[in-house]
């Protein structure tokens, strides 16, 4: 069953559960097409589902972990920024209704180790 956002904090949720649960179908899902994840203590750059859920595997062999925290959203009509205080997240609205990240930007914090939770 394919995850579908109906808002931008729901979004937020669906990415936490894809990544805490390692389910790389869901997590590439919740990204537009040529999408653009940011993220780890050098920051690196994977653009597009098959190099995000590349990413996110090599962060699941490491131990990290993503924790949604949206401490504020500022949405105009079908595009939101999401800002937390790890991460701030660009996500659009698409003719579906389903909302998914156009840029996802990390902070090396955010992924942390299953020990600092």
Known sequence: MRPEART??????????????????ALAQLFEDGAVLIAGDRPQEARGGDEIVRFATAMWECERTYVADPRQIVQARDTALLVAERSINVARRGSDGAWRYA???????????????
């Open 8 to 25: 931008p904090e729901e979004l937020e949720t669906l990415f936490e559960d894809a990544f805490v649960t390692r389910d790389s179908e």
């Open 103 to 117: 840029i996802a930007l990390l902070s090396p914090a955010v992924s942390t180790t299953k020990e600092e939770q």
